[in-house]
């Protein structure tokens, strides 16, 4: 069951203000362009859907992002192969208060903070489905749900670990004219690379040595339901023209098969990646993301929805209560709330949801850090708990700065040895090295 659809007071604002900006050209190839904003975010590189596209070669696919906040604005770069400089600085993210010259590749822009303002719509609810909190961060994010949950359109869901993008997926079938079809989930990040193909697609008897019958993907097992690819940022690169070719086509081989078999399926896929900086680094092909992408929703991190703590406690905890036979009553003093308050939730609503597990059924939890501190230490007490659990394991506790840290460790215990490092993790070789690409660590074969 997921949680009511509560709805707020209706003189409750159901839109917000943001911003306007523009970014004008000054000088490159395209000298005299000249893009105004027309909602929170906009893009700029090379590629087609760019929000302003350059023709500039040495301006990547996905340059950079131009966000308004509630503070400003926001110039991100995304990972680019030639950076961003403003002057003699390199940018990786800078937050403005006037006008700004930026230079990309050959190609110089200047952002300018307009004087006007952008509506930015927010839903009316204060839950969507098993998503949970009425805080504005969330109300844009069930606004686009909303939107986009009677259609057939791929959703891509992007957000932090532990921020909930499962939760949004279910949630958006449950509202979708599918609900009562299957829902399958595939965790591309925990298949090995082997056996992810077979999964999504299915195999034939005899397609390989152990296959003594036949067997339905993943796909075939959604036929008009609804398909959640998680953690789709680690999809191997040769099975992406694969999976390109069922969005296309709407079809699927198995493995072994002399025939394709027709599907519908409705995808949504999740990663804690932007998948923009894989396209820049060559890690993601570019035509996928253009068929996965045709809805973005980002989930916010818990610290940036920290009016929305009460509700999820209550939800949470209600959780605990019923799963663990324990009570709440009582529980959470001021103490409790104070320290929930002044924590920065590196881990997000699976953090928090772990933390009052344990203070519920303990009575005591390791103490909350204030936000910045103890950035490579475990939330939830001290890391080597979890380097005694499987990597895939432990992951459902850690957020991505912990799990480097995991990964960080398990190398340092055997001398930067792969083969080792997995055995140890309780994961294959090709997933670790994954997990050392993705955080830039050192590690030799062994």
């Known amino acids: 069951m997921g949680a009511p659809e509560t709805r707020l007071n209706p003189d409750r604002v159901t839109s917000r203000q943001v911003r306007r900006f523009v970014v004008r050209v000054l000088s490159g190839p395209d000298q005299g362009a000249e893009r105004q904003s027309d909602g929170t975010r906009l893009s700029i590189g090379s590629a087609d859907d760019a929000t302003l596209r350059l023709s500039d070669p040495y301006v990547s696919r996905y340059h950079i992002e131009v966000e308004a906040t509630d503070e400003g604005v926001t110039v991100r770069d995304l990972g680019s192969r030639n950076g961003t400089r403003a002057g003699a600085l390199q940018v990786r993210e800078a937050s ?30 204060g839950a969507f489905g098993r998503l949970v909190g009425a805080s504005r961060p969330m109300r844009e994010v069930y606004a686009t749900l909303e939107r986009a949950a009677p259609t057939t359109v791929p959703v891509l869901l992007g957000g932090e670990s532990g921020t909930g993008k499962e939760l949004a997926a279910r949630s958006l079938h449950e509202a979708s004219l599918r609900r009562v079809e299957a829902f399958e ?3 591309c990040g925990a298949l090995p690379p082997t056996l992810i193909e077979a999964e999504l697609f299915g195999y034939e008897r ?3 040595t152990g296959a003594r019958d036949a067997h339905p993907g993943a796909f075939e097992r959604a036929d008009k339901g609804t398909i959640f690819l998680d953690e789709l940022g680690e999809l191997p690169l040769d099975l992406q023209p694969k999976l390109l070719r069922v969005l296309s086509e709407g079809e699927v081989r198995r ?50 929805r920290l009016d929305d703590l009460p509700a999820l406690v209550e939800h949470l905890a209600a959780a605990v209560v019923r799963e663990r036979g324990v009570t709440a009553e009582g529980a959470f003093d001021e103490a409790f709330w104070e320290a929930a308050r002044q924590h920065h939730w ?9 933390y009052i597990e344990q203070w519920l059924v303990l009575r005591e939890a390791a103490p909350l850090e204030a936000a910045g501190e ?14 005694a659990m499987p990597l895939r394991e432990a992951k459902q506790s850690l957020c991505d700065s912990l799990e480097r840290a995991y990964v960080t460790r398990i ?7 792969v083969a080792e490092a997995a055995r140890r993790a309780g994961v294959d070789r090709v997933t670790l090295f994954r997990a050392i690409r993705r955080y830039g660590l050192r590690g030799a074969e062994g």
């Open 374 to 387: 103890g950035a490579e230490r475990s939330p939830l007490g001290d890391l080597s708990r979890y380097l």
């Open 346 to 354: 590196p881990g997000n609503v699976r953090e928090l949801r772990n």
């Open 96 to 125: 403005l208060r006037g006008e700004v010259e930026f230079a990309l590749g050959r190609t110089r822009i200047q952002v300018v903070p307009g004087d006007g303002a952008v509506e930015v719509p927010l839903s009316e609810r």
């Open 206 to 208: 005899g397609a390989f």
């Open 255 to 304: 493995l072994g098969a002399t025939k394709a078999r027709k599907v519908d399926v409705r995808v949504v896929a999740a990663t804690n990646r932007d998948l923009r900086r894989e396209v820049n680094d060559k890690r993601f092909r570019l035509d996928l993301y253009y068929r996965l992408a045709v809805v973005r929703v980002q989930l916010p991190a818990l610290r940036e």
């Open 411 to 417: 190398l340092e215990d055997t001398h930067g040895n």
């Open 185 to 187: 989930v595939i965790d």
